[in-house]
């Protein structure tokens, strides 16, 4: 692609956002598409998002995907929220159109779609949700709408509770019992972000049958221990390509498969 006056401008908006992944497979699938746009990372400082927001609604810039610490802070820089983003109560991609900044959130849409492609229907389904955090909404979200039986606990019980009964969950005081007894279990906490963290409940527990899904990243303890379990796992990484493909789809209207954007980035972190 020639850059020229008319390219358009993307990117993600966060702090800390200089390791994010996004504008790797988002320029990927920039290029595929002959778009005339690039995607870049913008680190922007922790009292400027507003500032920073607002001298962004104008040629050239067409959309930006938010991350942490932002995306609650986003809904009130948009003059138009979707209404998956107000329930959840975050905005993770916003589009700009005709100066003005429309919000939404796919975040939900890419968990839900990487879980359902291993688990089928979740109606019913038992789901073990950890962390009643700003990530455990859009799950939350996601799970309720398909109508999973959804159990929530978080280290600091009063979020859990809170979170409970927005998303019509149960909220568990303890887990080590009733871990076994769940056909998903979803890690939205921080834990495993570090190698040496201590173990959220025994994952020895784990049984085959079960489905695990990490939101973070990379192969965690926990989903190590899941897979030498026989479970089927699922990381973060496939949720980020998920929501990313439809944060695509909300700017330029098409995208590509999920899978090949999924499989892209897999060969180009080798992971
Ligand atoms: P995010 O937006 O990524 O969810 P967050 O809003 O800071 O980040 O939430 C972090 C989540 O990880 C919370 O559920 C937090 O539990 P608390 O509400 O009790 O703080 C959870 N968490 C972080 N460190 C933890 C630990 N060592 N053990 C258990 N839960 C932890």
């Not at 019913?124 to 909404?137: C, E, I, T």
């Not at 990490?214 to 190590?224: A, E, M, V």
């Amino acid at each position: 692609m020639k850059v020229s006056t008319q390219t358009k401008l993307l990117g993600v908006v966060g702090n800390p956002v200089r390791h994010s992944l996004s504008p790797l497979f988002q320029n990927y699938m920039l290029r595929k598409l002959k778009i005339n746009a690039l995607y870049l990372s913008f680190e922007v400082p922790k009292d400027s998002f507003e500032l920073f927001m607002k001298v962004s609604t104008f040629h050239p810039y067409l959309g930006f995907n938010i991350t942490l610490p932002f995306k609650e802070r986003a809904l009130g820089i948009c003059s138009k929220i979707s209404s998956d983003a107000k329930k959840i109560g975050a905005v993770n991609t916003v589009k700009v159109e005709d100066g003005k900044i429309l919000g939404f959130n796919t975040d939900w849409l890419g968990f839900r779609d990487s879980l359902k492609e291993v688990v089928g229907d979740l109606k019913n389904k038992w789901v073990l949700v950890l962390g009643a955090g700003g990530a455990s909404r859009a799950v939350l979200y996601a799970l309720s709408l398909e109508g999973a039986k959804i159990y929530l606990w978080n280290r600091t019980l009063e979020k859990a509770q809170e979170l409970a009964k927005r998303f019509r969950a149960t909220t568990l005081e303890s887990l080590d019992k009733s871990v076994g007894d769940f056909d998903v279990i979803v890690n939205t906490t921080s834990v495993g972000l570090r190698e040496d963290d201590p173990p959220l409940f025994n994952y020895e527990l784990i049984r085959s049958e079960q489905v695990i899904y990490d939101l973070i990243y990379y192969q965690t303890p926990l989903l190590k221990v899941a897979r030498r379990k026989g479970a089927k796992t699922v990381s973060g990484l496939k949720m980020l390509v998920y929501q990313g493909v439809e944060s695509f789809k909300i700017w330029f209207g098409k995208g590509i498969s999920k899978e090949k954007i999924y499989r892209y980035l897999r060969r180009a972190l080798k992971y």
